[in-house]
């Protein structure tokens, strides 16, 4: 299940989590992608009284998603961050900076704005256990069990 920055868009996120949880398979995986909220991008959102992008109603930061999933009994694998561009431009290399290294994306000149959350639905299998068939007590010496006697009438 695939959830690309649809949380912020919606007016109850934890419904659509609980959605997805629900028709999600066992032992299946879901990857949520969302904006984070202390970042270049989550501060020009609030700049912008319209947000942005546009019609973004909120921003969810990964440990409150992750809190979320692990509520509905998910194992949050891994959380990645990306979007290593500010939010009004592409970066351009300074002059003396090693723009090759910037290029590859082993430096990093920006915080990240955005994250990415896998998790795995936990779905424990109930084995049953048969009950043991109890074995009948044998009589003591070979004798009888004493029962009340009858009356007939």
């Known amino acids: 299940m695939l959830l690309p920055h649809t949380l912020e868009f919606e007016t109850d996120p934890f419904a659509v989590v609980r959605e997805a ?8 995986h879901m990857l949520v992608m969302g904006f984070r909220p202390f970042s270049l991008w989550g501060f020009r959102s609030r ?19 992750a809190d979320w999933l692990e509520l509905l009994g998910y194992d949050v694998g891994i959380t990645r961050n990306y979007l290593f561009t500010p939010p009004w431009g592409g970066t351009a290399p300074r002059p003396g900076e090693p723009s ?8 990093k000149p920006w915080p990240p704005g955005a994250y990415l959350l896998k998790a795995r639905k936990r779905v424990y299998t109930l084995t049953p256990i048969r009950p043991r068939v109890r074995e009948r007590a044998q009589p003591i010496g070979g004798l009888v069990k004493p029962t009340t006697p009858r009356q007939s009438s």
């Open 47 to 65: 700049a912008i009284s319209r947000g942005y992008p546009p019609g973004l109603r909120r921003m969810l930061g990964a440990r409150r998603v």
């Open 100 to 107: 090759a290294l910037l290029r590859r994306g082993w430096i």
């Open 21 to 28: 949880d629900r028709v999600l398979a066992g032992e299946g």
